[in-house]
């Protein structure tokens, strides 16, 4: 099963994404992850992007397809996978579909005001990735394991507006795009990720008995 999770920066998908995989035991490909994780170790690749993620802008669709493409070639993503803030642009999308199929796409929608709210209130552990909010959380460390928390460079307020101004214009085109090859489920982002997991897992549970019912009949 190879899902995208889609959505505006901070509508909740990576925590969904590692609900999603502890579920249904399909690897996470989040091209922001493998980006930061470039950026953190220095790589040439790293250098490049660096800025580019700072001021909120997309990196080119070369690179990402490139990086994509190299990722979901892996073994453990043999059995399905799911991509995490990518595609993110039209031809992102096209890219894709000229590697592999895709069998769900899940939009979490999630107003602007509150993803707003939630970035740039977000802090996070860089031990243990736990993540915070200031909202609810008033300690400068981490509960778990004591390291000093901080915060996204890319969760300033200003960037925040950058992005998400960016995907109004890049990324919104990519809901008419999977509608029309109805494979696009709508999620309303909930108070809380484990509330908002109950109505993901019920959209995956529903596709695949769907999918099961569809090979019994061809039998
Ligand atoms: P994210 O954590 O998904 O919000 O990604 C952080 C940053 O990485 C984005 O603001 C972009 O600069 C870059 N990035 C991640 N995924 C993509 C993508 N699919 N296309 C272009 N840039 C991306």
């Known amino acids: 099963m190879n899902i995208i999770l889609f959505g505006a920066p901070g509508s909740g998908k990576g925590s969904q994404a590692s609900r999603i995989e502890e579920v249904y035991g399909i690897p996470n490909v989040s091209t922001g992850n493998l980006f930061r994780e470039h950026v953190k170790n220095k790589t ?18 070369a690179i990402v397809l490139a990086m994509v493409k190299e990722r979901i070639s892996q073994p453990d993503c043999k059995n399905g996978f799911m991509l995490d803030g990518f595609p993110r642009t039209i031809a992102q999308a096209e890219g894709l579909m000229a590697m ?10 999630c ?8 970035l ?9 990735s736990e993540i915070y909010s200031t909202i609810s959380y008033f300690k ?3 509960a778990k394991c004591g390291s000093t928390l901080y915060q996204r460079d890319d969760d300033k307020v200003t960037v925040v507006r950058k992005r998400l101004n960016v995907y109004q214009t890049e990324s919104e085109p990519l809901i008419d795009f999977y509608s029309k ?3 696009m489920v709508r ?18 549970d ?6 099961r019912k569809e090979k019994k009949a061809k039998k």
């Open 100 to 109: 592999t199929k895709i069998d769900l796409v899940i939009f979490i929608e």
């Open 111 to 118: 107003p602007f005001i509150e993803i707003e709210r939630r």
């Open 44 to 61: 040439e690749l790293g250098k490049q992007v660096e800025e580019i993620m700072n001021r909120g802008e997309l990196v080119s669709n």
């Open 181 to 183: 090859q109805k494979k």
């Open 206 to 211: 529903k596709f695949l008995s769907s999918q």
């Open 187 to 204: 999620v309303i982002s909930q108070d809380s990720a484990d509330e908002t997991f109950k109505l993901v897992k019920k959209e995956i």
């Open 120 to 128: 740039t209130t977000r802090r996070l552990c860089p031990t243990c």
């Open 140 to 142: 400068p460390t981490c």
